[in-house]
């Protein structure tokens, strides 16, 4: 009698483990074909995670959560992890903090070893490697080479509302409405006004790898994504969509690596655009989008909601299909993707995931 209490004090026990795994980390049930198999976790706060200078590998990623940043490895392991009191930025090969008061920035690399410093006052943005000043005023930026020397700068009479750069270009929207397009050297190589709302403004923008297509979210009342042809410095819109509401935020906009899809956010979830067909889909979503990722080797994306309740992971693929998501209960959430693997942090926790096909 005794070891039939126990026995069914254990199912009991397991059966509500369970459920509280599946609640966690599968708001909706993954189809069949996919799996998604925990590696492992690392613990900002334990100093085993860590690995001494001369053990760093190149495969870096960077994270921040909260008021941390810092890099981990593929394997798993911390290379690098600082606290900031104010305001950060980090890529992939290096980090800066700095507050609203700074008179000039220190750019460090992955190590934690100063690559220089920038005698400029205002906020740094690293992208694509690229490092950029935004100056006071918020109309205006800079760009520096990593001797601390300024590239160029380019001025403009309205705020600056939206910013991306590839490589070799770079992309402004601003709070009048206007996109305006730059090469390497910060030259004017394109701009105009997409117009058709009630209000211009750009809520979000997003320049191809190719340098080809622009695309935003622009204005409010009457707000719409468009998508833009920039060649011979003559712009051209090709496609454009009056979206059902309104964002009066700063809205995500991304193209595919490939450059053939293009991501942006709608008032109601995740909108798909075709680039070539210009063919488009909505992916009903709840909670704001604060990011998009492919996650390389899977034909998946993943994007980061920020919900009432805490954050929730989306998994697309085929460019328009959810197959499942799950929740993660932090106050603060990064995702980062390398070779089918998914990283998670959440507060200060990072977990990796892998995700396979087949049963």
Same mark, same amino acid.
């Not at 890529?91 to 000039?104: E, L, M, R, V």
């Not at 204005?219 to 509401?245: M, T």
């Not at 798909?272 to 390389?296: M, N, Q, W, Y």
């Given at each position: 009698?005794?070891?039939?209490?126990?026995?069914?004090?254990?199912?009991?026990?397991?059966?509500?483990?369970?459920?509280?795994?599946?609640?966690?980390?599968?708001?909706?049930?993954?189809?069949?074909?996919?799996?998604?198999?925990?590696?492992?976790?690392?613990?900002?706060?334990?100093?085993?995670?860590?690995?001494?200078?001369?053990?760093?590998?190149?495969?870096?990623? +960077?994270?921040?959560?909260?008021?941390?940043?810092?890099?981990?490895?593929?394997?798993? #392991?911390?290379?690098?992890?600082?606290?900031? +009191?104010?305001?950060?930025?980090?890529?992939?090969?290096?980090?800066?903090?700095?507050?609203?008061?700074?008179?000039?920035?220190?750019?460090?690399?992955?190590?934690?070893?100063?690559?220089?410093?920038?005698?400029?006052?205002?906020? +740094?943005?690293?992208?694509?490697?690229?490092?950029?000043?935004?100056?006071?005023?918020?109309?205006?930026?800079?760009?520096?080479?990593?001797?601390?020397?300024?590239?160029?700068?380019?001025?403009?009479?309205?705020?600056?509302?939206?910013? &991306?750069?590839?490589?070799?270009?770079?992309?402004?929207?601003?709070?009048?409405?206007?996109?305006?397009?730059?090469?390497? #050297?910060?030259?004017?190589?394109?701009?105009?006004? +997409?117009?058709?709302?009630?209000?211009?403004?750009?809520?979000?923008?997003?320049?191809?790898?190719?340098?080809?297509?622009?695309?935003?979210?622009?204005?409010?009342? #009457?707000?719409?994504?468009?998508?833009?042809?920039?060649?011979?410095?003559?712009?051209?819109?090709?496609?454009?969509?009056?979206?059902?509401?309104?964002?009066? &935020?700063?809205?995500?906009?991304?193209?595919?690596?490939?450059?053939?899809?293009?991501?942006?956010?709608?008032?109601?979830?995740?909108?798909?655009?075709?680039?070539?067909?210009?063919?488009?889909?909505?992916?009903?979503?709840?909670?704001?989008?604060?990011?998009?990722?492919?996650?390389?080797?899977?034909?998946?994306?993943?994007?980061?909601?920020?919900?009432?309740?805490?954050?929730?992971?989306?998994?697309?693929?085929?460019?328009?299909?959810?197959?499942?998501?799950?929740?993660?209960?932090?106050?603060?959430?990064?995702?980062?993707?390398?070779?089918?693997?998914?990283?998670?942090?959440?507060?200060?926790?990072?977990?990796?995931?892998?995700?396979?096909?087949?049963?």
């Amino acid at each position: 009698m005794n070891n039939t209490k126990k026995k069914y004090v254990f199912w009991i026990c397991l059966t509500l483990l369970l459920c509280a795994v599946y609640i966690f980390f599968a708001a909706r049930p993954f189809s069949q074909e996919l799996t998604m198999e925990i590696q492992w976790t690392v613990d900002l706060n334990r100093s085993e995670d860590f690995v001494a200078g001369s053990e760093k590998s190149d495969d870096a990623i +960077p994270f921040r959560l909260g008021n941390r940043l810092g890099y981990f490895s593929e394997s798993g #392991k911390l290379l690098l992890c600082e606290d900031f +009191p104010f305001k950060a930025t980090i890529c992939s090969t290096y980090w800066a903090t700095f507050d609203a008061s700074s008179h000039g920035v220190t750019v460090k690399d992955v190590s934690g070893n100063e690559v220089t410093k920038i005698d400029c006052e205002g906020f +740094p943005f690293f992208n694509n490697q690229r490092c950029f000043v935004f100056l006071p005023g918020g109309n205006s930026l800079c760009e520096y080479n990593t001797s601390g020397e300024r590239k160029w700068m380019y001025e403009n009479f309205s705020p600056i509302t939206a910013f &991306q750069a590839t490589p070799n270009d770079a992309l402004i929207g601003t709070a009048d409405g206007n996109l305006i397009c730059l090469d390497s #050297k910060g030259e004017k190589t394109a701009s105009f006004y +997409p117009g058709g709302s009630d209000f211009s403004i750009i809520l979000g923008a997003d320049i191809s790898s190719n340098g080809k297509f622009v695309a935003a979210i622009s204005g409010i009342d #009457k707000q719409r994504i468009i998508l833009a042809q920039v060649k011979d410095s003559q712009p051209k819109i090709l496609y454009h969509r009056y979206l059902a509401g309104n964002i009066r &935020q700063n809205a995500l906009v991304r193209f595919a690596s490939s450059d053939k899809m293009l991501y942006f956010a709608t008032p109601n979830g995740l909108g798909v655009l075709d680039v070539a067909s210009h063919r488009t889909s909505e992916i009903p979503l709840a909670g704001k989008i604060v990011d998009v990722i492919e996650i390389p080797g899977t034909e998946l994306w993943a994007v980061l909601l920020n919900q009432i309740n805490g954050y929730e992971v989306a998994l697309i693929e085929d460019f328009s299909n959810m197959v499942g998501s799950f929740a993660v209960e932090a106050k603060n959430v990064f995702i980062a993707s390398r070779s089918s693997t998914l990283y998670v942090g959440h507060d200060d926790k990072i977990s990796a995931f892998a995700l396979k096909r087949g049963l």
